[in-house]
């Protein structure tokens, strides 16, 4: 990625630093964070970058401010619009639009939780395609926060107060809730933990089992190449919108059937049969969905853990179990979703299914690693057939979470 590039070519001086986040794909778990439950996602090799330096004090770019300069100043070689100002000390929900909400939203967060955050130019690259529910907003919110938070590390180490408490690292774990808090409250999408977790813990050759009830997370090993198997994303390029009504109007659903049952949340809900309690037939589908998710990521995890011979075919198969459930007791599969997983399956793959809020999007499918071409082309004849616009693939490789590029730690 080319982060740094634009940083000289907006800013005109080198940037203190390039640190990189990944997206994510989830294997297992959709609809399960809100409800209580597990999900398993990996960290992608795709992720956004952010080239950063302090605006004030020795070293900054071009001395564009005052020392002590309080604003950020943003640009994203995919947003080519001229560059953001941001006024630190006027930060509030609301007040920033567009994509530089997500920087801007994580600054608010990281003050608001008492986090130094200096000014700074930011110029942000990434290889990850935007609204395609490989989660490139959390990617650039854990971009922006590693960069802020070990800028102002650097200001402190430069003011002499590298030894009081205040210079440790943040927390990755309060970095993902701040990142996270950004999204909800400054931007105002209403989303789980699970993204920006995935984008700050997960490891190179693991997914990440995160229990979204009690915060606990594991890594479970994740190397589909080593047994011959890989993974694919298909960005269907279909429309996928969040903020719609639809995945306010699933989570409520699912609030409701919590509620009937008399239970905090559908993680409680443990025994299937309990289902038939639920009258309503729409209600009964959607919490279906979830119990059988979540218990889906739990088989998954075992498979993992202990892999029989046949560990990835059965993965594969609760894949598209998990495709049906979303598609038929969920309904928030979309056309493009469902023709790719059939036509993936038709040509060798041990499974795939939609990935993400619904309703456009990705498709993550598991393949024997012989079968990935085949695959492919199956998917585009398959969608050429409909008259649909070809379909992004990138190859997905469980990899590392957020870092620092440059200078190498
Ligand atoms: P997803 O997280 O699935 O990619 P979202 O709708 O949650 O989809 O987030 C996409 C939004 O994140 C974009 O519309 C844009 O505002 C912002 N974004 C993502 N990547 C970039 C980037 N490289 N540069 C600027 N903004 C970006
Ligand atoms: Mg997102």
Redesign the pocket.
């Known amino acids: 990625m080319r982060a740094a590039e634009l940083f000289r070519s907006r800013f005109g001086g080198e940037p203190d630093g390039v640190w990189l986040a990944p ?1 994510r794909a989830n294997l297992m778990g959709e609809h399960t964070d809100y409800n209580d439950g597990y999900v398993l996602p990996f960290a992608l090799g795709q992720g ?1 970058s952010a080239a950063a330096a302090r605006r004030a004090g020795p070293g900054s770019p071009g001395s564009p401010g005052s020392p002590g300069s309080r604003r950020l100043t943003l640009c ?4 080519p619009a001229a560059p953001v100002q941001v006024a630190l000390d006027q930060l509030a929900p609301g007040q920033v639009t ?5 920087p801007a939203g994580v600054a608010w967060a990281l003050e608001a939780a008492g986090h130094p955050v200096p000014g700074a130019c930011i110029a ?3 290889d ?13 919110e854990c971009a922006t926060a590693l960069a802020l938070t070990e800028l102002a590390l650097t200001e402190l180490a430069l003011t002499e107060l590298a030894l009081t408490e205040k210079a440790a690292a943040v927390p990755r774990r309060e970095l993902a809730a701040i990142a996270r808090r950004a ?1 909800n409250e400054f ?1 105002g ?1 209403p ?1 789980g933990i699970m ?1 920006q977790s995935a984008s700050l813990l997960c490891r190179s050759g693991h997914a990440l089992l995160l229990d979204c009830l009690s915060l606990e997370t594991s890594q479970v090993p994740f190397d589909p190449a080593a047994a011959g198997a890989s993974l694919l994303l298909i960005n269907t390029r279909a429309k ?4 719609d009504g639809e995945y306010g109007e699933r989570r409520a659903e699912c609030e409701q059937a919590a509620r009937l049952l008399g239970i905090p949340s559908l993680r409680y809900l443990t025994n299937p049969a309990d289902l038939d309690r639920l009258a309503d037939p729409v209600l009964r589908r959607r919490a279906r969905h979830v119990i059988t998710d979540d218990q889906r990521v739990l088989d998954v995890v075992t498979l993992l853990s202990s892999p029989p011979a046949d560990a990835y075919r059965e993965i594969g198969r609760l894949l598209t179990q998990s495709h049906v459930s979303l598609r038929d007791d969920f309904e928030i599969s979309w056309p493009e979703a469902d023709r790719a997983v059939e036509a993936a399956l038709a040509a060798g793959a041990f499974g795939a299914r939609m990935i ?2 619904g309703f456009g ?1 990705s498709v993550l499918a598991l393949v024997p690693a012989t079968a990935g071409v085949p695959v492919r082309a199956a998917i585009t004849e398959a969608f050429g057939r409909s008259g649909w616009r070809r379909p992004e693939f990138l190859d997905a490789a469980p990899s590392d979470s957020a870092r620092r590029l440059v200078p190498a730690p």
């Open positions: 997206g956004v994203s070689r995919q947003e567009g994509w530089a909400a997500y942000i690259d990434s990850l395609p935007a609204g395609a529910g490989l989660s490139s907003s959390a990617a650039l999204e931007v999408v989303t993204d996928h919108d969040l903020a993400g809020g999007g």
